[in-house]
């Protein structure tokens, strides 16, 4: 066992990453958006963001933004060809909907928080993520999340399904997450987690989400596919005029 663990730290700091590094040590920095996926006024994300800002912020390789959905009146989803106009300016149904989606549209990745309502996501989370609609502004960035719930499941089948709706956006979807459960006494009077196997996941995560986020930004620079909806329509059309 002490073999193993002495391998698992030589292999972690022998793989730490040059893109990561790069990130951290540059004055560019990765556009990180944290979204606070629940609007309840009792919310217990109160107690995990602040951490989760905290940890991100000290990471160094993130310029780091809060999105939290209750400062976003997304109305319930209801965007349809009517209401984009211009695919490549879309105006959407509400100004609010199109901020939304510039917003995304600017960040390298995605960090979300969530709590578990149902064995799912909550409902505001979901529209806010429906919401990004034609601008494709999840598509090839990393996702991370943080769940969370009162009693011991942590979570973890609203992240799974969070995972889900990442996959279907073509996002990349980080395998380790942080998952809280307990919520209500997680946290200690300085606001920092009481099981430090917390700590070690957060730190884990961020690594991960640093290199799939350097990795993923210069895979974009470099050009992107177009989405493949677009590409099954062209092939569709290509063989309808051929025959």
Do not use: C
């Amino acid at each position: 066992m002490k073999s193993i663990v002495v391998g698992a730290r030589r292999l972690s700091h022998e793989s730490a990453g040059t893109l990561t590094h790069s990130y951290r040590e540059s004055h560019v920095k990765l556009k990180l958006k944290i979204l606070i996926g629940s609007t309840r006024p009792t919310r217990a994300a109160d107690r995990v963001a602040p951490w989760v800002l905290e940890r991100a912020s000290a990471h160094g390789a993130f310029d780091v933004e809060v999105l939290d959905l209750r400062d976003w009146a997304l109305p319930m989803f209801q965007e349809h060809v009517g209401t984009i106009g211009d695919f490549s300016d879309p105006t959407y149904s509400d100004p609010v909907v199109r901020q939304w989606n510039r917003t995304i549209k600017d960040s390298d990745a995605l960090l979300i928080v969530t709590p578990e309502y149902l064995h799912s996501i909550p409902g505001v989370l979901k529209n806010a993520l429906d919401s990004v609609f034609v601008s494709f502004a999840l598509r090839n960035k990393p996702l991370a999340a943080v769940g969370y719930s009162i009693g011991i499941a942590a979570g973890v089948r609203a992240v799974e399904h969070l995972m889900h709706v990442a996959i279907e956006s073509e996002m990349v979807p980080l395998r380790d997450t942080v998952l809280i459960p307990k919520v209500d006494s997680a946290f200690n009077e300085q606001g920092a987690p009481v099981d430090p196997m917390t700590e070690i996941a957060m730190t884990v995560m961020l690594d991960d989400l640093a290199w799939w986020a350097a990795l993923l930004t210069q895979g974009r620079a470099a050009g992107e596919l177009p989405p493949a909806a677009f590409r099954t329509r062209a092939a569709m059309a290509a063989l309808q005029e051929a025959s």
